[in-house]
């Protein structure tokens, strides 16, 4: 069964604090691995798309890199307004498998 | 850009009610989805198209039914509104069927008394 696991749950950083959000998965042939962020009361806001290992996407102060079994979205010297869930999700036997999401919150 | 618009973003309905939450993509896309988001159990799809009058189901389409009739329309339907459809509910578009992004709507949040 495809399966999308996202950790920590929740990260609380201080305003500059950078940090990493993990993205693992188990899916049978990976056809890309999609990033989304989702503030509180609206949809999810597509971020990024990776495709294959060792494949790195940046927007701002946000990197998302790519191995065989996870991701990461790398999060550096943060700002309030990056505080969002981030949801990653995987193309499955049927459409998007998603994670849970981490709930990012960043204290000024 | 890619537009998706739901036609409301809060809904409050009786139980019993029939409930129609309407989708309208603007970018030719092939694909539309519907998925419902709840506290602690994350985006669970519901239903799912690849074309114009077909339709999948998702892991949870108990309760529910879909009209897709134009290519820029997905109407998720509930047949008769109970309160544990009480939720966030979220419709989606992508451009090819499998591994190809999902733009989402905004969301309608669905309450059921």
């Known amino acids: 069964e495809d399966q999308v696991t996202q950790s920590p749950e929740a990260l609380r950083l201080q305003e500059g604090e950078s940090s990493s959000l993990n993205c693992s998965y188990t899916v049978s042939g990976l056809r890309g691995l999609f990033w989304y962020r989702q503030d509180p009361g609206k949809g999810p806001e597509f971020l990024f798309t990776l495709y294959s290992a060792g494949e790195e996407k940046e927007k701002e102060r946000l990197k998302a890199t790519l191995t065989k079994k996870e991701s990461f979205l790398h999060i550096t010297a943060p700002k309030p307004e990056d505080s969002a869930t981030y949801l990653c999700a995987v193309p499955g036997n049927t459409p998007l498998v998603f994670g849970k999401g981490t709930r990012l919150s960043v204290i000024a | 850009d890619v537009k998706v618009t739901q036609s409301s973003r809060y809904l409050v309905k009786r139980t019993g009610e029939k409930v129609f939450l309407e989708c309208v993509q603007d970018?030719?896309?092939?694909?539309m989805f519907w998925y419902r988001q709840d506290p602690g159990l994350g985006l669970r799809l519901i239903y799912f198209s690849y074309d114009v009058k077909m339709k999948e189901k998702g892991d949870i389409p108990e309760g529910y039914s879909v009209s897709r009739e134009k290519k820029e329309r997905f109407s998720l339907i509930l047949e008769s509104a109970s309160t544990n459809q009480t939720s966030m509910y979220l419709c989606?578009?992508?451009?090819?069927?499998?591994?190809?992004?999902?733009?989402f709507g905004q969301g309608t949040r669905l309450t059921v008394v």
């Open positions: 989606a578009s992508s451009l090819r069927r499998m591994n190809t992004e999902a733009f």
């Open positions: 970018m030719d896309h092939e694909n």
